[in-house]
């Protein structure tokens, strides 16, 4: 018994088709192995991060205790070592020497404003900038819209759904050539 050529087509076509759902299947199936989480890492570095924070706490603690205690030492021994007349001499050096520092840094801060003036009288316009942007948005969507436009020539071309009617098509015409008239 012979096997009828049209038939042995279909049977390879559909081999194919059977063989292309196989790759998909197992390209889905990578795909969603790949995409879980894998928490073990994550759960390690918090440990980590719990146990390095709570150590740095509690120095920190520590040498804060240490601090206030020393500053309790140190405030208790200026009231009773310094005299009154030599803390205010001493303010009115830092009332003079801060005076001093506010005069030069309001002649730092004039100079630093001329200079942010001369600066700004060389910079480009934001109005010429927003239309440069403008203009490359334009032109980018254009470009964009050429792409996807070819794109979609592209595909219309032939899908695969086209050519296994053309297929189906080229088998009908050719079983009713086959078939006697009449």
Not at 20 to 33: H, M, N, Q, R, Y
Not at 146 to 172: H, V
Request: neutral net charge; proline residues 3%.
């Amino acid at each position: 018994m012979t096997t009828n050529p049209v038939e042995a087509r279909i049977g390879v076509l559909e081999t194919r088709v059977a063989g292309i759902e196989d790759g998909i299947k197992s390209i889905v199936t990578k795909l969603d192995a790949r995409s879980g989480i894998n928490w073990a890492p994550i759960s390690i570095l918090v440990t980590v991060l719990a146990i390095v924070g709570g150590m740095g706490f509690s120095w920190i603690n520590a040498g804060q205790g240490r601090l206030e205690g020393l500053i309790a030492k140190v405030e208790g021994r200026t009231e009773s070592f310094v005299p009154r007349v030599d803390l205010d001499a001493r303010f009115n050096v830092i009332t003079q020497r801060r005076d001093d520092l506010q005069r030069l840094t309001d002649a730092r801060i004039e100079r630093v404003e001329r200079d942010v003036d001369t600066v700004q009288k060389t910079l480009v316009p934001r109005g010429e900038h927003d239309e440069r942007a403008a203009a490359q948005r334009q032109k980018d969507e254009g470009i964009q819209r050429q792409i996807d436009s070819l794109r979609k020539d592209l595909s219309d071309l032939n899908t695969p759904r086209d050519t296994i009617q053309a297929m189906q098509r080229r088998i009908d015409e050719l079983e009713r050539g086959r078939r006697p008239s009449g």
